[in-house]
């Protein structure tokens, strides 16, 4: 098992490193400093061998796989992490082959009790409070893969004050704990820290470190929410209130485009014809339909499906004139199970938006320690893609979800349902019946007349 | 009025008004981004561009009609001037059936003035036209459906068996017709002596007369044909999409069915609870489309029974949209001027609000539900959808007690029809 434990601080609040205490011992050795205001990311990674039994042939049978949660509470970043705020509520694993996504608020229940009583040892007090502190954590991340025979668990909290107090009780168990700045790059698309490393059971003191990289991902001061325009209906339309439609760079130096990746449960669908249309695209401030799940049933009710739902990659169209605006995003819903009150709240992620610039110069992005891949839309763009992450504003109750009433049958009005339409249906063909004797039997005269103009 | 006169004019006003139309939605489509052309018509065309490059139609979703539509539009994919080609075809089909309507109507003796107003149901009506413009194919089917009752009235038997191979091929329903036109091939229509027979073998001979065989097998090896070369073609997804999907269908977004409700709450129930009525839906509709209105009422007036059964089908059927009153609306013409409807004209007048009205009942339900987002399934959209029901079953019940109480127009003028036929050649 190895650790890496980095808290990244604004330089107004700069840990002095006087204040980070370090101990080595045969048996512990720990790591403390108080009142250190940080974000913090935890990255510990188990050897195959490491793991629990079910967990061992549950990966033997996997070539990769990736599992994306993000809490769904808004919360601020600092740099390394631009693109931990995107895609609230979720589980997410993308691979080449497939994709699956549900809905998930807390990982309290069953991430945290499985760590609890499979990984942590009853008497490990350290370890149990460390999975405790999951409870305040803004994403996680597990990845495996065959090429490393490792699985890696990533865990990310926004800035807080935190006391430090870590051990190290296995000195052949690397445990290396950052405290690091933010300093201004030399480059824009580099991110730049500097501060103090210290691997905890080696070390004696934090020894200073500085070092730049360049970033997949950074955050943009543009600010988007969304809402759906009023009334919602059986089609509702996602508005997207974009707070500028300025690119990153200007389009004589690099060409962005602003896209938007959407992820939906299967209640709401969009229709992938319907955005093929410039002058109806060009009417919603859209320019075009990237990628859409497919295939995607643009019939079925919400009940009769298999599938998770759908994800659909979009291209803005930001007007040239104008400091905001909106894009409008058509969907549709489905129907979905009958209730009690005739209606069925309905909460989806909000959208991640992002200007994407494809980066020329040969740029690789293998030395930066924090990348962060396989979050859903990076695929979807060339492996030199720069992401310039526009911050979402939760419109209420600090929550990246967009809530909206469907419409349902009501359960307790529908007792007559079933009676009411066998009964009408059977007067109905009783009556066209009986009109069908009545006709026939003034047929049956006609007949006769006509037999006896024959005999005649 | 002299605008009815002349069939020059009846059929030039037809034209200008499919032409204005068409013309007026290339200008919308092009300026506007709410589409003047119908989802269904994009469905069609881009099923013939797989087509065109060697794919399957059914490589686009939704697509659920017969290859051969896609095959008909393939001049769509030509180039853009050609996209219309397809509403053009659609509207020349509408214009056609309206032909149709004309010479079965003038057979029977109609005079030519009251001849072209009566079609003019169908051939001025803005409904059919805009249908057709916008790219749907219903305006087709009408033209197929109405070339199988002229080619029966004509007694031209191959033809007529060709048609309604191709028209169940097409849309499955027609084959209700097929009932209705057996039964009244009998030796009577055929002109020959009605020859009594006292035996079971000796009835079942005279039943199986030539014309009555002739149609079935060539129905049947029209339709076979069609489907096996669509399957030899396309395979399993043909059968799936054209045919197999519409018994298997849950998709029951809100339509004008009365069994709508009912199939939302039992489709999202379990199999075992409930009475499930819907699974029962069949009955009723085959019973008096396929067999009691046919038996009934085909030989006293086969225009008049083949309206009947179309209504009685659309009417008790699981999925009905606006689209399927353009399948009995075809016969209007046929059927009207013997009715109770023109004789009683507040009759007629009742009937007319009660269906528009039960109909804009349950739209504004509609409406409120799919723009609103109230739920207003129950009670507003079933009892809506109930009141509507009805109403065509009282208008149901009133065209079959019309067939069953005239003396049938067609029935009669067969000998009538038949002179006038040769009049025509002596002035010819």
Partial sequence: MRQRITFIQEPEYSTDPKTIHVTKNEKISTLSAKNVIAAREDRITFGFEELPQELYRLLKGCHELHIRWVSEREYSTLGPMASFTKLPVERFSLSAATQYYTPLSSLKDGFQTYLENKICSRSNSMCLSRVQELDTAASLDIDYDTISHALTITAFWPPTQWDIDLQNTNPKERMEVGILSVVPPQEREELSLGGFLTVVGEDTKPSPTLFSFPARHHSLPQTFSTSFNSPTGLHPTLKLSISASEPPFPPDERSCSLHAHLTLPRALFPDKYQFSDPLYLASKNLSALHHITSPIDLEAPSYTLTTWGSTLLLALAPPTLGPSFTAEIPLHLRYLPPSHNSSTYLEFAYPTLFWACPEDEGTKFPINPFDRTNVGYDGLFGPRTMFYHLSPEASEGGRLVNGLEVPVLGLEASGWVEWGTGAVVAVGFAWVVWCLLVGWGGGYGGKKEEGRKKRE | ?428
């Fill in chain 2, 1 to 428: 009025m002299a605008f009815f006169t002349s069939p020059l004019y009846v059929f030039t006003t037809a034209f200008l008004l499919r032409l204005t139309l068409l013309l007026y939605g290339l200008y919308q489509d092009a300026h506007s981004p709410l589409k003047y052309t119908d989802i269904d018509y994009q469905v069609f065309t881009s099923a013939s561009l797989y087509i065109s490059r060697g794919q399957s139609p059914y490589a686009r979703e939704t697509y659920r009609y017969t290859p051969l539509l896609a095959f008909l539009l393939l001049p769509t994919t030509w180039g853009p001037i050609w996209f219309s080609f397809g509403k053009i075809l659609f509207a020349v089909g509408d214009l056609v059936a309206g032909f149709l309507i004309v010479r079965i109507l003038r057979n029977q003796g109609m005079s030519q003035e009251r001849a072209l107003k009566y079609s003019s149901i169908w051939l001025l009506n803005p409904m059919v036209a805009t249908i057709s413009t916008r790219g749907s194919s219903e305006g087709l089917l009408g033209a197929m459906v109405v070339a199988l009752l002229w080619a029966v009235l004509e007694k031209r038997i191959w033809l007529a068996g060709a048609l309604l191979g191709l028209a169940v091929h097409f849309k499955i329903y027609p084959v209700v017709y097929g009932m209705s036109i057996i039964w009244w091939l009998d030796a009577q229509q055929l002109g020959q002596g009605v020859k009594n027979a006292d035996t079971l073998m000796g009835k079942v001979k005279n039943f199986l007369n030539p014309a009555r065989v002739q149609l079935t097998i060539v129905s049947l090896l029209t339709f076979m044909g069609l489907n096996i070369t669509m399957y030899i073609l396309y395979g399993y997804p043909f059968l799936q999409h054209t045919y197999l999907h519409h018994v298997t269908r849950i998709d029951h977004r809100h339509n004008f069915s009365p069994y709508n409700i009912l199939l939302y709450l039992s489709s999202s129930q379990d199999a075992k609870s409930g009475i499930r009525f819907e699974s029962l839906a069949f009955i009723p509709q085959l019973f008096l489309s396929a067999i009691a209105i046919p038996f009934m009422s085909s030989k006293k007036d086969l225009p008049a029974t083949m309206l009947a059964q179309t209504f009685a089908f659309v009417t008790f059927n699981k999925v009905c949209t606006s689209q399927y009153f353009l399948w009995y609306t075809i016969f209007l013409p046929l059927y009207l001027p013997n009715s109770s409807l023109i004789s009683n004209p507040r009759l007629g007048i009742s009937v007319l609000a009660a269906w528009i009205g039960t109909q804009a009942l349950w739209l504004h339900q509609g409406f409120a539900l799919e723009f609103l987002g109230k739920s207003t399934f129950v009670p507003g959209l079933w009892v809506s959808s109930l009141l509507f029901f009805l109403t065509n079953v009282w208008i149901l019940g009133i065209i079959v007690q019309d067939v069953g109480r005239n003396h049938s127009p067609i029935g009669q003028s067969i000998q009538k029809g038949e002179s006038s036929k040769k009049i025509e050649k002596v002035v010819k």
